[in-house]
């Protein structure tokens, strides 16, 4: 059985910064690319950045220059450095894993931690 956990989420002025963590768990033998997603309400989920485990990444354009992710692949987790945030951050954001589990490759994801970006 795997896990994602995330961690990190909350209340922050505009303008402020949160640091996500998510870390994966459990029945894994390998870890390939992670990434972060995020559903505002009434909105439909969405990618906010991806990194493969080589580390090569890519954004959204709504956050680029803002936002940093990054990997400790001996730990299997998947960090979100969020900078200069706005109210149309806010969010639920979500971890995502695909990985090798002694069953099969598959992609997991993490229950979801909120964020919300308000004065």
């Known amino acids: 059985q795997v896990q994602l956990v995330e961690s990190g989420g909350g209340l922050v002025q505009p303008g402020g910064s949160l640091r996500l963590s998510c870390a994966a768990s459990g029945d894994i033998f390998r870890v390939y690319a992670m990434a972060w997603y995020r559903q505002a309400p009434g909105k439909q989920r969405e990618l906010v950045a991806h990194?493969?485990?080589?580390?090569?990444?890519n954004y959204a354009d709504s956050v680029k220059g803002r936002f940093t992710i990054s990997r400790e692949n001996a730990k299997n987790t998947v960090y979100l450095q969020m900078n200069s945030l706005k109210p149309e951050d806010t969010a639920v954001y979500y971890c995502n894993a695909a990985l090798l589990s002694s069953a099969s490759i598959d992609n997991y994801w993490g229950q979801g931690t909120q964020v919300t970006v308000s004065s």
């Open positions: 990194i493969t485990n080589g580390g090569t990444t």
